[in-house]
C-alpha cells in the first residue's frame, strides 16, 4: 500500500476527507449527498484497501497453481507436475514486490492419490469449510482445463455448489463465481502460439481462438445450469498460464495469454477495497487508467465540495492534501511507490498550484468568495474541479504510461484548457461529468 508513516499523505487526506464531511451541513442535499459517496469512494478505494481474497476450486492438473503463478509473474506457489501438491485447504499469502493475494488453493477435486501436502482425516471440502469460515472471499474461480470442460465435470460442480454454500453459512454472503480454462494453447492448431498473435497465420489463429470461445459458452452453460449458481455466475475466461522456470526462480519461458481479460472480469466484481491492490499486482495498463480516473473524479467531486463552501481559505489545506493524496495513489498503481515531497514535487514541476504560485492561485479563489459569496463559491468549486481532474491526468500520463515531465505538463495544461472548455468543469448535484 502507500506508504503510512507519520508524514504520510494518507493521514492529510484521512484529514481533509474529514474536514469535507465537517462541510456537508453548508451544502445542497443534492450535493451532501454526491459528496458522502464521493467520500466513500474514496475511503474505499485508498484508506481501507486490503489484499482481494479469491478461492480456487478444481480438480488436480487444472492449473491452479499454476494461474497463480501466472498473475504475479513469478514463481509464488508450488506446481504439481506429476503427484498432486496441495494437500489442504488453506488461505496464504502470496506475496511480491508489486503485492498481495489471498488465496484458498484448494485439494484437487477427484484426485486419484493422495497430495505431497496431505491433511489426515479431512477430503477436499471439509478442510475448505473451515478456512472459509476464517475469511471471506471476494469471489470464487473454477479452474478447468480446456479440454477436460466436456469431462465428467458434474462432480466438481457438485463442489462449487458445496463452497458457495459455506461461504453464505459463515458470511451471509454469496461471492461472484468465475469459469477459468486453463491450457487454451493446447487446442489445435498445436503450433499456433496464442501469445503471439502478431506472427501466426490469421486463418490458424482464427480457428484456435474459436475452439476457445466455444469452450468458454460451454463451460458457462454448464456452471448457470446448476440453480444455485446461475445468480452468481459473472463469466468464463480462457488462458493459457504457462511459465516455465529454472532452478534459481528465474523465467525462462513465458507463453502466458488471456490474464488481462481475466484480470479485468474480476476487477469489474472486487469490492473497492481490494481493487487497488488487485491492479498494482496485475499490472493491466487499462485497468490502471480506469482505476485512476475513478479517483480523479472522485477527488475532484470532493475538492469541488470543499471549495464551494462559502467559507474563505478553509478549503486550502484539504484540497492540497487531496490532490497530493492523487497523485501518491496513481503513482502506487503504476508499481512506484513516492512520499508527499516527491509528489508535492511532481505538482511543482507541471505547473499546478504549488508554492508561490499556490499562494496567489487559491487567495485568488478565496477573494472571489469573498466578494460575490454566492456565485463565487460555485467558480471556485469549478476551479477546484478542473484542477484536480488535470492534476489526475497529468499523473497517469507521468505515472501509469511512462511519460516525462514535460508531457504530464502537457497532460496537465490540456485538461484544464479541456475543462475551462466546457464551463469550468463544475460536477452537477449527482455524479460528476
Not at 506429476?82 to 502470496?94: D, I, L, M
Not at 491450457?183 to 489445435?188: G, I, K, S, T
Not at 478553509?314 to 502506487?332: H, R
Amino acid at each position: 500500500m502507500p506508504p503510512r508513516d507519520e508524514s504520510s499523505p494518507l493521514r492529510d487526506l484521512a484529514k481533509a476527507l474529514a474536514k469535507a464531511e465537517e462541510m456537508l451541513q453548508f451544502l445542497p442535499d443534492g450535493a451532501a449527498k454526491n459528496l458522502v459517496s464521493k467520500i466513500g469512494t474514496l475511503r474505499g478505494l485508498i484508506l481501507e484497501q486490503r489484499p482481494p481474497a479469491f478461492v480456487l476450486i478444481g480438480r488436480r492438473g487444472s492449473g491452479k497453481s499454476s494461474l497463480v503463478n501466472a498473475l504475479f509473474g513469478r514463481q509464488v506457489a508450488k506446481v504439481g507436475h506429476v503427484a498432486a501438491q496441495t494437500g489442504r485447504g488453506a488461505w496464504y499469502e502470496h506475496a511480491s514486490e508489486q503485492g498481495s493475494l489471498h488465496l484458498l488453493d484448494t485439494r484437487g477435486l477427484q484426485e486419484g492419490s493422495a497430495p505431497a501436502e496431505e491433511d489426515p482425516g479431512r477430503d477436499a471440502l471439509s478442510s475448505v469449510a473451515v478456512e472459509l469460515k476464517r475469511r471471506v472471499p471476494d469471489a470464487l474461480l473454477f479452474v478447468v482445463r480446456a479440454q477436460d470442460v466436456d469431462s465428467a465435470i458434474d462432480r466438481d460442480l457438485d463442489g462449487i455448489e458445496h463452497v458457495l454454500a459455506e461461504v453464505e453459512r459463515a458470511h451471509r454472503f454469496r461471492p461472484p463465481i468465475v469459469g477459468v480454462l486453463t491450457h487454451c494453447d493446447l487446442f489445435e492448431p498445436k503450433r499456433t502460439r496464442l501469445h503471439r498473435p502478431d506472427v501466426e497465420p490469421e486463418e490458424a489463429l482464427h480457428e484456435k481462438l474459436g475452439y476457445v470461445n466455444e469452450a468458454e459458452g460451454l463451460l458457462e452453460r454448464k456452471l448457470k445450469a446448476r440453480g444455485l449458481l446461475v445468480t452468481q455466475v459473472v463469466g468464463v475466461r480462457g488462458v493459457s498460464a504457462y511459465l516455465s522456470f529454472d532452478k534459481e526462480g528465474k523465467v525462462r519461458d513465458d507463453e502466458r495469454w488471456g490474464l488481462d481479460a481475466l484480470c479485468a472480469l474480476l476487477y469489474a466484481h472486487l469490492p473497492n477495497a481490494g481493487r487497488g491492490a488487485f491492479v498494482r499486482l496485475a499490472q493491466v495498463r487499462g485497468l490502471q487508467e480506469d482505476l485512476a480516473v475513478s479517483l480523479s473524479q472522485a477527488t475532484a467531486a470532493v475538492c469541488a465540495a470543499i471549495a464551494a463552501v462559502p467559507i474563505p481559505v478553509a478549503d486550502v489545506i484539504p484540497i492540497t492534501s487531496m490532490q497530493v493524496s492523487l497523485v501518491v495513489t496513481i503513482a502506487w498503481l503504476s508499481g512506484r511507490t513516492i512520499d508527499k515531497r516527491s509528489a508535492l514535487e511532481f505538482l511543482a514541476s507541471i505547473g499546478a498550484s504549488v508554492g508561490a504560485g499556490f499562494a496567489l492561485r487559491e487567495g485568488a479563489r478565496a477573494l472571489v468568495k469573498y466578494v460575490f459569496p454566492g456565485g463565487g463559491a460555485a467558480v471556485s468549486g469549478a476551479v477546484a474541479f478542473a484542477g484536480t481532474l488535470a492534476v489526475g491526468a497529468a499523473a497517469r500520463a507521468y505515472y501509469l504510461r511512462g511519460g516525462s515531465l514535460d508531457d504530464a505538463k502537457a497532460a496537465f495544461e490540456a485538461d484544464e484548457a479541456r475543462e475551462a472548455g466546457a464551463g469550468g468543469g463544475a460536477p452537477p448535484e449527482g455524479e460528476p461529468k
